[in-house]
Every structure is written in C-alpha cells, then in structure tokens.
C-alpha cells in the first residue's frame, strides 16, 4: 500500500523516485520510506531525539529530519539489502542515529 501524498514527501535517489514520512515519538523519531513506481519493499530507520541534547524530545530542540538524511538513509539501506522494486519483508533498520553522519539542530543546547 503506498503513502498518502499529500502526508508524505517526495525525493530522487540515483534516478528512482521514493516517498517518505515520519513518526516523532517522545524521544525517537522513525523515518519510512518506499518507493513511488513499485509497490515493493519498504524501509523503516529510527533516530534518536538526544542527538540534539540530553534534554531534547520533541517539543524541545526536536530532530529535525532533512532531504539529506532520507538520501543518506535510502543509500545506506541499498548498500544493506533494500530492493525497492521486489515484494518481500520490509527492512527494519534499526536506530541508525550513530550510523548516519546527522547534523544536530542548531539551536539545541548540547550538553
């Protein structure tokens, strides 16, 4: 089943066309991407609220999720097994808060 455009975002990666959206949670934040052409395979990748400091959860200083982060997390997943444009288990990647090079809101307070 796809994601509904209008609650989801559209990106191009190495010339394929993906959707995505995002869940925040108290301190976590999961990013779900599929692709837009094929009903296939889906991607699922959580990141931490604490990137941006101890105290961040998602009303203060939230994890800010970025085209950048989503292409970044599209490429890691295609190196790791995700096939887009096959039926099959969806990839759970896990936390990949310490995998993916992220960028902290600048506004935070790192502590």
Same mark, same amino acid.
């Given at each position: ?21 995002? &869940? ?8 779900? !991407?599929? @692709? ?6 889906? +991607?699922? =990748? ?8 101890? &105290? ?8 800010? !999720?970025? @085209? ?6 599209? +490429?890691? =997943? ?8 096959? &039926? ?24």
């Amino acid at each position: 089943m796809a994601f509904p455009k209008n609650k989801s975002r559209r990106i191009v990666v190495n010339d394929h066309s993906y959707r995505w959206m995002v &869940k925040t949670y108290d301190k976590t934040v999961r990013l779900s !991407v599929m @692709s837009e052409t094929y009903n296939g395979q889906k +991607l699922f =990748a959580i990141f931490q609220q604490s990137i941006n400091g101890p &105290k961040a959860d998602k009303y203060a200083f939230p994890f800010i !999720v970025t @085209s950048q982060l989503v292409k970044d997390t599209i +490429l890691y =997943a295609l190196k790791n097994g995700y096939t887009p444009e096959s &039926k099959g288990e969806n990839l759970e990647l896990g936390d990949l808060t310490e995998v993916i090079e992220i960028t902290p809101n600048k506004h935070a307070e790192l502590e």
